[in-house]
């Protein structure tokens, strides 16, 4: 694609970079057929493509960002399905991610849309007021239909509502800074993020994490100043916020570096994993964090691409059928297509694949909340199309955005399928206890396998 940046406009990184970006884009329209805002709307500008052209229109002429064009970019659910599509490797995710941050410097939101993404920004990426949000949510959330008719914001109340779990769960001592010891001899280093939302809303998948890698010999340290991965806020196109909490974690996790070092750092939520992986570019620009953040970036792993590394050790019965829904942070975002499987196959599950399986389900960090109806139909033929898978007996995934954005599908359709993390799925297989959600399904413990002997010569 053509391009008219003046070289004063190029002398800005952002723009440079998206210049890049935009030119090589050649307009063949492939991203289209597997964009789920185009699946759903049928609008050119609800598309890769359109979206790519406003993008350039926008930049181009330095002009501050329409109503139209926020309506389109504010649908996209940043699920980079198109840039599995692409074949001329369209980097849209920095793309959009630019026009995100350029409409928030250069429009003004209505009031009641400010007034929402600040209380998301300020409340989410912290864990300790998320957890008073959930506890208020919990007595409001009989009342979500009334919340529903207030105007202009009534239903992504109600969709924040709807969304919150009806029980709290406790605080678990995986947060809190410290080392978790490896079983017999060391193999191996990591740090584990415990990032905001994931240990607040389901403190067994980080549990289920310690113990497994702790059981294959490896050391899991929590650093003292990790928090929020940055992602919740870069989504909402609030750059400096992002690179605040990037920053904290980058120094949290240098000091380990440098100190008594890392193989890794493991992350349990994809979304995050996504972030995470590119704190390299978003830091590129800044001297004193380029480097570190490019270090952390090549350290980052999702669990189950670490977990591939390790020698599993299966040690009980895992015959199960096992419905994998991807999500679109780790298919698109990172790329990992079968490691996820590939580590439940090993263990002795049976793993099956999701029709559709390359299209979001809605979660997409807070846009359940900020579009609540596209997220709701993305959510229902999510929840349709596991439906069609023969046998399944759990569903598992490795975002905990998507788990509570099919939870919520699943209560809606009546499904008693219980959904949980692929780590907990496998530190249960190889000797953890159960997962909560099974247990709490009514399932029946398998039994443990007999340990290998080798036969005395
Ligand atoms: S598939 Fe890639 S090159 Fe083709 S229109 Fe979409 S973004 Fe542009
Ligand atoms: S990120 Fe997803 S929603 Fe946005 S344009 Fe690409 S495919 Fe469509």
Partial sequence: MQTTFTPEQLDDPATRESEKILRTCVHCGFCTATCPTYLLLGDELDSPRGRIYLIKDMLENSRPATPEVVKHIDRCLSCLSCMTTCPSGVHYMHLVDHARAYIEQTYERPKHDRALRALLARVLPHRNRLRLALLAAKVGKPFS?????????????????????????ARSPIERPGVHPAQGARRGRVALLNGCAQPVLDPGINEATVRLLNRHGVEVVVPRGEGCCGALVHH?????????????????????????????????????????????????????YAEKARRVSELAKDVSEYLLTLDLAPRREADMTVAYHAACSIQHGQGIKDD?????????????????????????????????????????????????????????TGNIGCMTQIARGFRDRGSSLPIVHLAELADWATGGPMPRALEEAGFDERPMLEPVRVAAE
């Avoid at 239909?145 to 029980?167: E, N, T, V």
């Avoid at 690179?243 to 070092?261: C, L, S």
Wanted: hydrophobic share 40%; charged share 25%.
């Fill in 340 to 396: 996820p499987k590939l580590v439940l196959r090993r263990l002795g599950y049976t793993v099956k694949d999701i029709p559709e399986g390359h299209i979001c389900c809605g979660s997409a960090g807070v846009y359940n909340i900020l579009q609540p109806e596209i997220a709701g139909q993305l959510r229902e033929r999510k929840v349709a199309n596991i439906e069609r898978v023969r046998g399944a007996q759990v569903l598992a």
């Fill in 145 to 169: 239909g009334l919340f529903g008719a207030i105007p202009l914001a009534g239903d992504r109340l109600r969709a924040m509502l709807d969304l919150a779990p009806g029980q709290l769960q």
């Fill in 236 to 288: 909402m196109g609030q750059e400096s916020q992002a690179h605040g909490f990037a920053k904290a974690n980058i120094d949290a996790w240098t000091r380990e570096i440098e100190g008594e070092g890392l193989d890794a750092i493991i992350i349990t939520t994809s979304g995050c994993g996504t972030t995470i992986k590119d704190y390299g570019f978003m830091l590129r620009e800044d001297s004193a």
